[in-house]
């Protein structure tokens, strides 16, 4: 979860905007959905705690070898149902954005900071989700054990990503990308990696006539697009998986994962994960922010295939 992130708010004000967030999540989606949102079930954190405590004790390593892992792409990508499936192993350390020695406001912290965490940790593998921070991955994979370090791009469709952004995060998007066209881009995570010619393209838009829809969407487009602008697709440490394709054949894709991190597979990894293929839903979108979307999904999808040789 990254909300347009202010860097001069004040403490109480960001709390206070991370409340009325919260509350607006909880009556359109329900308690249930919040609690495994957040992690907020004490039960459930408890006994990851100990089975994770229990691990150490009988075969924890000695520090300085872990492997980290970077979990990047854009927010509501089913990177949270990635991320609880990997939690349940003992042998990951995890550390999402709401962990705030290695988080200040879903931005990760300095390299320094995350150098230490994996170099103290006796853990197999040490995980993160910088979500706001996806533009950087290169440089992150270069912190700590570089020569062991991975990253897992997470991308979902269009439609079913900007209706759940939407409803978490409202009219974020639109008001960051008339941000970005205005060039008030200070501290703006969603303007991280963009060329200029990526901006002269927002520019071009008809903003003023853009729904939080639109805006939605067309942050889709920025953020996936970073993995070709980048280069990370010919990075051989990053590796792209479709949201779709885990929700439709869940043990295949998470053993993929498993075998890439070298963690062994365990079936309850994907025990929370309803199989079976996402509904299509199909959104109002501005035809030229959908002709954008549409281009890059069939490369991203054509890239997805290519890596697993389907």
Known sequence: MCPDVDPAQGRLSYAWNRLLRHVGWLRSEGLPRLVEEDGLNVAARWKLHRDKRNWLQDHGHEPGG????????????????LLRGLEASPELEVHSENDRRNFERFRIREDHVIYGTVMRSR??????????????????LDIANPDKALALWIYRGVDARTRSAVAKFGSDA?????????????GLWQAGGLAGEDIDLVRSLPLHRLTPTDGAALLWFLRNSLY???????????????????????????QRICSLIEVEYRSEFIG?????????????IDPTVRELCDALADRLNREAQLATGN
């Open 66 to 81: 872990a492997r980290p892992i970077f979990i990047v792409g854009a927010q509501r990508s089913g990177t949270n149902m």
């Open 123 to 140: 853990h197999t593998v040490v995980l993160f989700k910088p979500l706001c921070d996806s533009h950087r991955t290169q440089e992150l």
């Open 174 to 186: 639109l008001e960051a990308v008339q941000r970005i066209a205005s060039g008030q881009t200070d």
């Open 228 to 254: 070709f602008t980048l280069g990370l697709n010919s990075e051989k440490r990053v590796h792209l998986l479709s949201y779709e394709a885990f929700i439709s054949d869940p043990a295949d894709v998470m």
């Open 272 to 284: 929370h994960v309803d199989a079976g293929r996402s509904p299509r839903i199909t959104l109002a």
